[in-house]
Each structure stands twice: as structure tokens, then as C-alpha cells.
């Protein structure tokens, strides 16, 4: 075991390093890279069927097809699912992409409260279904499932879709269920900070439906049937195949993957469950409904701002979601809807580093520095 380290000014605990997802296996990387080039395989070949392949036996799903990203894989997964008008519902803490997706799909974006999880709130959803509403978009936010009972029966009650953006959420569940396989389709991301991340823009989408695969096969290839006939619009979002040789070979490591970051947010949970002055997120054995795998560490924080001033001067990183505004707050996108309990989160809301770079002393060492804030 490391000891752990003395407060230095010099240490720096950033939230995120970039260069360490290439230079942890810089070897294995490179290898991978020489394989696939000298075999000339970049588009569609045998690397991303494996992955595809992989990924469905791993959130024990029908169909999983990679795309370009995962915003495209919303776009695509709604598309596919014949939302291309009326509303769609989704929660206002997510990234814009949730809301741009709907809106490029051909939809109006309707944001609403989320509730104390910070995921979508049912209640919410609930009374804003109207004759136009066509679908419910959860996010999965921060590693986590929603309530997918309670939105399911909404759904169901209100004949609604259900499109799922678990760019978050790869191998999270609820009742035992992976994120991705509740709804008609779903986008999970491969952005490098994702969970899973490679080495660009990459994602997939996912669905149990035989004949939404079939849509989603189209529009992420220009419209085309496997036999080359084109037999609809469709887009260019392919996932390439260097990437996905490369996420193949890392979904080996993923469930290691996710017990660290349990680990790390078990830590956390011991060192900052005290402070009155946080609210953090369920710890992993919290519920048992709830298999979290912990994309983010999202703290709610009395003094928030100068408290990342402090970590800040402290050498550790923090990150506030979405550059500080939920997705109704941004006035050039113009929303009129109010949501108060989101604006009051979002004064609170901070991420402290969670990644498979942070060791325990140095968790340990933004937990020291955040008691001493409180506590002096
Ligand atoms: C990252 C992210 C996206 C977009 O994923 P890309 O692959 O970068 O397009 C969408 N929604 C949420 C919640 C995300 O975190």
C-alpha cells in the first residue's frame, strides 16, 4: 500500500488525464494500431462486429450497433423510432447533446426537473405529457439508472417511447437490468472520459427490436441494405475501426473497470458521509435496486465556489456539469420553461475526480483537503 502523501502544493490531482488513456498501455495501443493497419481494416470490418458482438452479450442485449458518437446515436435511436415530430420529455440536467438530438431528430426538446438523485423525475414527466408528447428521454446520469418501473409505466400508461441516453451508463442497472435494454433504443458513449472511452469520438446504440435494427442500420449507412441497395435517407455515423478494435480489447478490463470506481466512491463515502455541508451520491450498496458504476462523483456542496477555489489551490481538479447550466438555462437555445429545483441544484452541484488514474491516497488527499475547508 502507498502511504499517504503529505499536502504539497506542487501535488496536482488533475480531474481528468487525457494522455493516461493513451499512455497507461501505450504498447498494447500501438499494437493494436500496426494490426489494424496492415490488415487496411477502417470501416466496417470484423474488429467492430466483435465489439458489437461483445458489448450485446455484456448488457445482455439484443442489438448493439457502433456510430460516430453517441449524439448521433440518439438522433439515429429516435429517428429509428419513428420520433421525427411532437414533444420529447427529458430532464434539463444532461448534456445539450440530449436536447440537440431531439431537436435535429425533428422533435421539440421539453425540459423538466429532475428529482434528489438527480435523475429525471417521474412526477415530473408525468405532469408534462400532453396530446403532442411522443417520447420520454432519460438520462442515466452520472452512472446510474433511473427509475425505469416508475417510467415505464408512464410510458405505457400515456403510449409514450421510451429512448434512453445512457451515454453515461454502460453496465449500470436497475432490478438487474442494464441501461440501454429499457426503452425502443438507447446511446451509450465511448467519448474518451467516458466510462468506456477510446481514443476519439465513438458510441453505439442500442435496442432489442429487430426491426428498429434495421432502421439504425440504414441511418448510420447512408440509407443502405446489406446488399448495397439503398433503400432509404440515411446519414454517414459509422463507428470507425480502429476504435473499436481498441474498445474491444478494453471491455476486457471493464469490470475491473467499474469495481475501482465503486471502490473509490465507497471511499468517499467513508471519509465524506459526515459532512453536513455535502450531500453525495447513494453509496454503491445504497439500494439494491441501483447498480451505480459511478461515470461521475457528483457532490452537492454548501460554498460550492470556494470550496473549488480551495481544492483548486490545493492541486485537485474539480469539474461543475455542463460548463454550470442546466440544459433550460442556456438563452440562445430559448427555453421558457422554469424549473426552480434545478436552478437551486445547479448553485450546489461539483464533480470531484473519479477515475481509473486516482489512487486511494490521493482520494484520501481531496477528502483531507475538503474536511480542512469545512473544518479547518
Ligand atoms: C457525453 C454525453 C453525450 C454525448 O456523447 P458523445 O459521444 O460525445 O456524442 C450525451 N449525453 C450525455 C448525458 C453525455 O454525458
Redesign the pocket.
Known sequence: MTPVQTLAPSTTIPFFNYRHLFTSEEEELVAIFRDVGRRGAFILQQDLERLERNLASYLDARHVLGVA????G?IIALRAAGIDSGEVIFSSH??V??ASAIHFAGATPVPVECGPDHLIDPAAVEATINPRTRAILP?Q?NGRAADMEALGKIAAKHGLAIIE?A??ALGSRFDGRCAGTFGAAAAI???PA?LLGCLG???CVVTQDDDIYDRLLQLHDHGRRADGEIISWGLNSRLDNLQAAILDYRLDAYPAAIQRRRDLASLYESRLGELEELKLPPAPDADARHYDVYQNYEIEAQRRDALREHLKANGIGTLIPWGGKAVHQWPALGFRQELPFTDALFERLLLLPMNLTLSDSEAHQVCDVIEYFYRG
Open positions: 458518437n453517441a449524439t448521433d440518439l444532461t448534456m447533446a440530449t438520462t446520469l441516453d451515454a453515461q458513449s465511448f467519448f467516458k469520438d465513438g458510441g
